[in-house]
């Protein structure tokens, strides 16, 4: 018998195939995706230059005076509550605006959607497609002293003196915070409304027979049946937000009025290609990837928590 | 969700329709909702439009007109600002670049990523459970973790500062998604139109591009757009890996323009540097708008 390979014989035609389709994008994928992030786990722990070819192995020295050092701690705590305030802000509005357009219509007959509500939604995504380093340098630029945000507070009768918004320590980070959630939720109300209406009509209908208004009609048949989406969204969000560094690099690139809105990936950035150090910078990499496990584990394990609860109430 | 799968009735259906069979009368309370609910979305709208319809006009505005009056029309219409960003400040070269760039990563990613799919999803070979969960590693970990090392690859490769490199890294790094999204395609094609090429006498080449390539093709679309999206806005990998000013991309080139002037920016030229950046990706929302919110729908069932 002919020497075979998942249930085919190995003839010149197979053998080709197999090595171009498979082994080809294989290879450029070991090469660049995967070997950059074993790499990463060695050059953590040595105090490589990246302008020498030496470098000495130094062991878990790279992250003690990572933890000893305040500026990092300042960008990791930024990173939190980034992580911590922007899913849940784009998930709220999100939700509201996607129980609106499909449950906001009238109270009679069948459970229906906003009138327009098409318009709204090609608005709403919008953002998505636009690149987000523009986002953040359009909003920079809205921001400013002479921006539009002035003008048109002043246009209100709000004088606010040529206030820079992201200039000040106060106002930065929730200036920030807004731009990334005004990207986001457009995406995320898409993705709910899809959700929703993938909730057969007739849950919908019986809850409106047996006495249940809009808002009932949220918050005990449209939320527990959309708990892996806002799952999903919870997760992406926070990785999203622990990253941030398109924002950042776009509003201040510098990481804001006293570091306020300073961000481990945009330390990590400077620490390597501006004092090119490579091992350090690569340490904070590593941090960077144990936070985003922890925090996928984290909401994972909340959502768990609240999903044991009415598991019942699940048809 | 188990309930994801059942057959949905859609609910804007029924709105479209306009006409209610029931000819109840709307209580005050629908009348407060309703117009609750519009308001709020209108008012969300022009939050999202507002800065958008700012661009535009100030792109053709000059500075001190836009200034003046945020929104005034400008005193005379002409695309001086365009041309200055496109040649002045070399936007022009920068998006030749990023076509070049996007087109070849976009077409390699796809012949690829459609392959390793057709394989993985197709072929019992052993080994691939491991390939797929490799793929699932890089969709997860943070693109940070693997930036320096992949400087230095890059550099070893003499592939660094170079479109070649940047391409290349592109490829790689759009292959998993691409992967994910086609290998659940491709393994819903029926087995028995494989077998029929086989018995025909098609190689397994043949087979793929002749048969198989051809039905994948809605779903080769809705990838194509997600990673045509994904990879023109890219902006991590251009600033370290392509530091070379001849070979930037939009997305760098903007930012390097932006932080170069501060608070002194020409906004006039920034406009017009924003908006050939987005005309692109714009042109392609419009054009795909259904496929682009329909392949957003159906991560939903995943």
Redesign the interface.
């Known amino acids: 018998m002919s020497p075979r390979?998942?249930?085919?014989k190995l003839t010149f035609?197979?053998i080709?195939?197999?090595a171009?389709?498979?082994l080809?994008?294989?290879a450029?994928?070991?090469?660049?995706?995967?070997?950059?992030?074993v790499?990463?786990l060695y050059?953590a722990m040595t105090n490589w230059t990246?302008f020498s070819p030496n470098m000495d192995f130094v062991g878990l020295d790279n992250y003690v005076r990572l933890f000893n050092d305040s500026t990092f701690k300042q960008a990791m705590l930024n990173n939190v509550v980034l992580a911590l305030i922007v899913p849940l802000i784009t998930i709220v509005i999100a939700l509201?605006?996607a129980s609106?357009?499909?449950?906001?219509?009238?109270?009679?007959?069948?459970?229906?959607?906003?009138?327009?509500?098409?318009?709204?939604?090609?608005?709403?995504?919008?953002?998505y497609?636009?690149?987000?380093?523009?986002i953040a340098?359009?909003?920079?630029?809205?921001y400013?002293?002479?921006g539009?945000l002035n003008?048109?507070l002043g246009a209100l009768g709000i004088d606010t003196g040529q206030f820079a918004w992201l200039g000040d320590a106060n106002t930065a980070m929730g200036a920030t915070i807004f731009v990334i959630v005004?990207s986001m939720?457009?995406?995320y109300m898409?993705?709910f409304?899809?959700?929703?209406?993938?909730?057969?009509?007739e849950t919908?209908e019986a809850a409106r027979i047996d006495g249940a208004g809009?808002f009932r009609t949220v918050t005990s048949i449209l939320l527990p049946?959309m708990?892996?989406?806002v799952q999903t969204a919870y997760i992406y969000l926070g990785?999203m937000a622990?990253?941030a560094?398109?924002y950042m690099?776009?509003l201040n690139?510098t990481g804001g009025p006293g570091n306020s809105t300073l961000v481990m990936?945009q330390y990590?950035?400077r620490t390597?290609?501006e004092k090119g150090q490579?091992g350090l910078?690569?340490a904070?990499?590593?941090v960077?990837?144990v936070l985003?496990?922890l925090f996928?584990a984290l909401i994972i394990g909340v959502f768990r928590l609240i999903g044991g609860k009415d598991e019942g109430g699940?048809? | 969700?188990s309930?994801?799968t059942?057959?949905?009735?859609?609910?804007?259906r029924?709105?479209a329709s306009?006409k209610?069979?029931?000819t109840?009368k709307?209580?005050a309370?629908?009348k407060v909702?309703?117009g609750v609910?519009?308001v709020?979305?209108v008012i969300?709208?022009l939050?999202?439009?507002?800065?958008?319809l700012?661009?535009l006009i100030g792109s053709f505005k000059t500075t001190k007109e836009i200034?003046k009056?945020?929104f005034g029309l400008p005193a005379n219409w002409n695309f001086d600002n365009y041309v200055s960003a496109w040649v002045d400040n070399n936007f022009g070269g920068m998006f030749l670049n990023t076509v070049i760039v996007v087109g070849v990563s976009l077409v390699l990613v796809m012949v690829?990523?459609a392959?390793?799919a057709?394989?993985?999803a197709r072929?019992?070979?052993?080994g691939s459970k491991v390939?797929y969960y490799?793929?699932l590693?890089?969709l997860?970990?943070?693109v940070?973790?693997?930036?320096?090392?992949?400087?230095?690859?890059l550099q070893n490769m003499q592939l660094l500062n170079t479109l070649a490199g940047l391409i290349?890294?592109y490829?790689?790094?759009a292959?998993?998604f691409t992967?994910f999204f086609l290998f659940s395609f491709f393994k819903s094609l029926p087995y028995e139109i494989q077998e029929a090429a086989y018995v025909d006498g098609a190689?397994?080449?043949r087979t793929?591009f002749q048969v198989m390539l051809p039905m994948a093709k809605p779903g080769m679309a809705a990838v194509a757009i997600m990673n045509f999206?994904g990879l023109?806005?890219q902006?991590?990998l251009p600033?370290?890996l392509n530091a070379d000013k001849d070979n930037y991309v939009?997305?760098?080139g903007?930012?390097a323009y932006?932080?170069s002037a501060g608070?002194a920016?020409d906004?006039g030229q920034?406009f017009a540097a924003?908006m050939i950046?987005?005309i692109p990706?714009?042109i392609?929302?419009i054009l795909f708008?259904r496929q682009?919110?329909g392949s957003?729908?159906q991560?939903?069932?995943k």
């Open positions: 390979l998942g249930g085919r035609d197979f080709s195939f197999i171009v389709f498979l080809l994008p294989l450029i994928f070991l090469i660049f995706v995967i070997s950059p992030f790499q990463a050059y990246g509201v605006f609106m357009i499909t449950v906001g219509g009238p109270s009679h007959g069948q459970v229906r959607g906003l009138r327009g509500s098409s318009f709204y939604r090609v608005i709403s995504f919008f953002p497609v636009i690149p987000a380093i523009v340098i359009l909003w920079s630029m809205i400013a002293p002479t539009l003008g048109a005004w939720v457009g995406f898409i993705l409304i899809a959700a929703i209406k993938g909730i057969p009509a919908l809009r049946q708990r892996d989406n990785i622990l990253d560094f398109v690099a776009g690139s990936s990590l950035f390597a290609f490579f910078a690569t904070m990499g590593v960077l990837a985003t496990l996928a699940r048809a | 969700m309930t994801d059942r057959a949905a009735i859609t609910i804007d029924h709105s306009g209610d069979v029931r109840t709307s209580t309370g629908d909702v309703g609910s519009h709020v979305m969300w709208s939050i999202v439009i507002l800065p958008m700012w661009t200034f009056s945020p690829l990523g392959m390793c057709y394989v993985l072929f019992s070979l052993p390939i490799l793929m590693a890089g997860t970990f943070p940070f973790l693997a930036i320096v090392p992949l400087f230095m690859i290349v890294t490829v790689a790094f292959l998993p992967v190689s397994e080449w793929f999206l023109w806005n902006f991590l600033i370290s939009l997305s760098q903007m930012a932006a932080s608070y920016l906004f920034m924003v950046t987005i990706v714009l392609v929302y708008q682009l919110q957003v729908s991560g939903t069932s």
